[in-house]
């Protein structure tokens, strides 16, 4: 009997020694909550843990979800992480592993760590369950930082309803935007004109966008003056359709540049259907991020 309280004791000790030595940032449950920022472009949860830095859910327009942890602390520890679904400390469940050794972007300069696709985190924080994401270092040693649903229900909702209202596009994916052409043709298909519908949505509620360049092109077949023609038929037919979906015209500036700028002087039919465009680009005031 003795024997057995002495290994008890024995346990407890070496318990709580590795317990020591593990590293784990959560925020007090007293503590916690949730911040809900959004837009029609970005829509953001944010998870404050103190003396630690903060965790944020990131949806934007034309993206998948992302889990972005910010913390000086986490500088030591390498771009693999292993995400896990944890019970809350009052449940009893079994841990599930939803990402293994997944690969996060990583920026040093500005201590955030990016996880992609993210959806099966919200998924697991909706029906009550809490996320631990843990970081190893050179050592091969292990930290977690813990995100923790409570009172997340009232931002979620917000969250959700946000990520139902975004727009198609975001900056970055339309900023420079291109349209090819059959030959001769100014003639735009569908899929142009589901892209142009993209632009000019993000153009109506982005108020940084105060130039809009339409640019038309040909390959190099033909005389000079037909490349002139069929390039400005092909800016003119962007910038139309445009003005159509509701983009000011006085944002819009119209150029036509024949075979000036080709893309391959190659002759062959991919590289003539490379020549063949029209370009459009976004330009933002400074500082916006043009």
């Known amino acids: 009997m003795v024997c057995r309280g002495i290994i008890v004791a024995l ?10 030595r593990e590293n784990k ?18 829509c953001v949860l944010s998870h404050h843990i103190r003396d630690f830095g903060s965790v944020k859910l990131i949806s934007e327009a034309g993206e998948k979800t992302r889990l972005m ?12 992480v292993d995400v896990e679904s944890v019970s809350p400390f009052w449940a009893s469940a079994p841990d599930i592993n939803l990402y293994f050794k997944t690969p ?21 924080l909706i029906h009550g369950r809490w996320v631990k994401v843990i970081l190893t ?6 930290s977690a930082v813990v995100v923790q649903n409570i009172n997340l229900s009232e931002p979620m909702a917000e969250f959700q309803q946000c990520k139902n209202q975004l727009i198609a596009f975001n900056y970055q994916q339309i900023r420079d935007s291109e349209f090819y052409f059959d030959a001769a043709s100014s003639r735009l298909n ?16 982005d108020a940084d966008v105060q130039k809009v360049l339409v640019d038309g092109h040909s390959d190099q077949l033909g005389q000079f003056s037909s490349k002139m023609r069929v390039s400005r038929q092909r800016a003119e037919e962007v910038a139309a359709m445009l003005i159509e979906l509701g983009v000011p015209r006085k944002l819009l500036q119209i150029r036509s540049h024949g075979d000036r700028y080709l893309v391959s002087t190659e002759s062959n039919a ?21």
């Open 104 to 124: 996060a972007q990583r920026s040093r300069s500005t201590d955030e760590l990016i996880i992609n696709n993210a959806e099966n985190v919200i998924n697991e």
């Open 69 to 80: 942890i910010k913390s000086t602390k986490i500088k030591p520890f390498n771009n693999i």
């Open 25 to 42: 940032w959560m925020a007090a449950l007293d503590d916690s909550g949730w911040d809900f920022y959004g837009s029609k472009t970005s």
């Open 11 to 20: 346990m407890v000790i070496i318990s709580c020694a590795v317990n020591a």
């Open 190 to 205: 569908k899929q142009d004109i589901q892209t142009l519908k993209g632009i000019a949505e993000y153009i109506r509620v």
């Open 137 to 142: 270092d050179e050592r091969q040693k292990n």
């Open 270 to 290: 991919q590289a003539l259907q490379l020549n063949r465009r029209a370009t459009v680009r976004l330009v933002r005031k400074s500082g916006a991020g043009s």
